[in-house]
């Protein structure tokens, strides 16, 4: 949407173990948000490669949370929610970057789920193929702290190892996968393996790039 602007749109899957063992899946909460980009800046130098940028990115984004998950289910909070974040992306030399994400989620019903905030930062260094503009491989490790906004409550801390890889090579659709460890208040805190598939309509087609 322009320069500086982007719409987003996030439609999450889940699966939960049952009681009785076995899985069963189903849609979570829809979340639509539009992002605007405050500053941007890329330093390529004059002799440096493509690959080894280096610059930074900050933005901050309004979104909505739609209750379309089942939450007797576990698939959804239960109520629509309305959040902010702000964004800050450093890129390193080498294809190294450091991301930081700090922002809150305010439902509308609170009966159902507390106002709460959050704070995410990510390590890691991408690898391309074809001199950067081939597949590009990405580990990374992830540090998540979540607090809701009530008396008595504790900050809930999360590591995060996860891997993205390009599935196009012309980089626009990727996909990640990563397994969410809690590090403290572990009851009724279990592990997670996440996953997530992303496409950037802005630089193609679903099916072109390939």
């Given at each position: 949407?322009?320069?500086?602007?982007?719409?987003?749109?996030?439609?999450?899957?889940s699966w939960m173990q049952r009681d009785n063992g076995g899985l069963h899946g189903g849609l979570g909460?829809?979340?639509?948000?539009?992002?605007?980009?405050?500053?941007?800046?890329?330093?390529?130098?004059?002799?440096?490669?493509?690959?080894?940028?280096?610059?930074?990115?900050?933005?901050?984004?309004?979104?909505?949370?739609?209750?379309?998950?089942?939450?007797?289910?576990?698939?959804?909070?239960?109520?629509?929610?309305?959040?902010?974040?702000?964004?800050?992306?450093?890129?390193?030399?080498?294809?190294?970057?450091?991301?930081?994400?700090?922002?809150?989620?305010?439902?509308?019903?609170?009966?159902?789920?507390?106002?709460?905030?959050?704070?995410?930062?990510?390590?890691?260094?991408?690898?391309?193929?074809?001199?950067?503009?081939?597949?590009?491989?990405?580990?990374?490790?992830?540090?998540?702290?979540?607090?809701?906004?009530?008396?008595?409550?504790?900050?809930?801390?999360?590591?995060?190892?996860?891997?993205?890889?390009?599935?196009?090579?012309?980089?626009?659709?990727?996909?990640?996968?990563?397994?969410?460890?809690?590090?403290?208040?572990?009851?009724?805190?279990?592990?997670?393996?996440?996953?997530?598939?992303?496409?950037?309509?802005?630089?193609?087609?679903?099916?072109?790039?390939?």
């Amino acid at each position: 949407m322009g320069k500086r602007d982007q719409f987003e749109a996030a439609i999450p899957f889940s699966w939960m173990q049952r009681d009785n063992g076995g899985l069963h899946g189903g849609l979570g909460d829809l979340i639509v948000g539009i992002k605007h980009v405050l500053f941007a800046n890329l330093d390529s130098g004059d002799s440096r490669p493509l690959y080894d940028e280096t610059g930074s990115i900050l933005s901050v984004q309004g979104e909505v949370s739609l209750a379309t998950g089942d939450a007797a289910q576990g698939f959804g909070s239960g109520t629509t929610s309305f959040g902010a974040f702000a964004a800050y992306d450093q890129l390193l030399p080498q294809q190294a970057f450091i991301q930081v994400q700090a922002g809150t989620e305010l439902p509308v019903h609170t009966q159902y789920s507390a106002h709460s905030v959050y704070f995410r930062s990510a390590f890691g260094k991408s690898f391309n193929q074809g001199m950067g503009l081939g597949r590009q491989w990405t580990p990374m490790v992830e540090f998540v702290a979540n607090r809701d906004l009530v008396s008595g409550s504790r900050t809930d801390w999360d590591v995060v190892p996860e891997f993205q890889v390009t599935l196009s090579r012309r980089q626009h659709v990727r996909a990640a996968l990563g397994y969410d460890v809690p590090l403290n208040d572990t009851v009724g805190r279990s592990t997670q393996l996440m996953m997530y598939v992303l496409w950037d309509w802005f630089d193609g087609g679903l099916l072109e790039g390939w």
